[in-house]
């Protein structure tokens, strides 16, 4: 079965302190691993797709790397405006289904 | 129409009622998919649709839950006899035929049931 593990659950910076979140993924067959960002009473907002290990991709203040068991979501010098749940989720098969992990929560004060 | 629809946003009913929730995807999306979501947690998936035909269900899915896309276009996710446990943030999303894999998500539905 499917795993995604994301860590921290919780995370408090300081405006423009950098820092990363983590997901550990463990399935068969990857597809690709999403990025999607959650804010309160919303639906998740799509960041990223990454297909393969050693791909990076960058949007603004965040980037997200791959590896073969975990993805890297690197927020530099953070903004109030990035606060919000971030959430990775794994992708496999035909029937491109989602596995998410639990979120983690980023809380950026100003 | 530049996003996925959901409607009612917001839902509050009685243990043992029923309710329909709708979702338009976006147009010439045809893979429309449910996920359920509680405080806390990541989206879980519940079932998902190529054009009209329902291709997958999760175990999540019991008999009292029922989803359907006639003519492939909207979706409607019915609750039967709902319970307390059903309380979530029910999520719908699309993928376009061309683009595939990524999903695009509605601003979903809170149901609380009490």
């Known amino acids: 079965e499917d795993q995604v593990t994301q860590s921290p659950e919780a995370l408090r910076l300081q405006e423009g302190e950098s820092s990363s979140l983590n997901c550990s993924y463990t399935?068969?067959?990857?597809?690709?691993l999403f990025w999607y960002r959650q804010d309160p009473g919303k639906g998740p907002e799509f960041l990223f797709t990454?297909?393969?290990a050693g791909e990076e991709k960058e949007k603004e203040r965040l980037k997200a790397t791959l590896t073969k068991k975990e993805s890297f979501l690197h927020i530099t010098a953070p903004k109030p405006e990035d606060s919000a749940t971030y959430l990775c989720?794994?992708?496999?098969?035909?029937?491109?289904?989602?596995?998410f992990g639990k979120g983690t929560l980023l809380t950026v004060n100003p | 129409d530049t996003g996925v629809s959901q409607n009612p946003r917001h839902k509050i009913t009685k243990r043992g009622q029923n309710v329909t929730f709708r979702c338009d995807p976006i147009?010439?999306?045809?893979?429309l998919y449910w996920y359920r979501q509680t405080l806390g947690q990541g989206p879980e998936f519940l079932t998902y649709?190529?054009?009209?035909?329902?291709?997958?269900k999760s175990r999540l899915l019991s008999d009292r839950f029922s989803a359907e896309r006639p003519k492939g276009s909207f979706s409607t996710l019915e609750i039967q006899r709902t319970e307390q446990g059903d309380s979530a943030m029910y999520l719908c999303?699309?993928?376009?035929?061309?683009?595939?894999?990524?999903?695009?998500f509605g601003p979903g539905t809170r149901l609380l049931v009490l």
């Open positions: 989720a794994v992708q496999r098969g035909s029937n491109y289904k989602l596995t």
């Open positions: 990454l297909y393969s």
């Open positions: 399935v068969s067959g990857l597809r690709g």
């Open positions: 147009s010439e999306h045809n893979r």
């Open positions: 999303a699309s993928i376009h035929k061309a683009q595939a894999e990524t999903q695009y």
């Open positions: 649709f190529q054009n009209e035909a329902q291709l997958e």
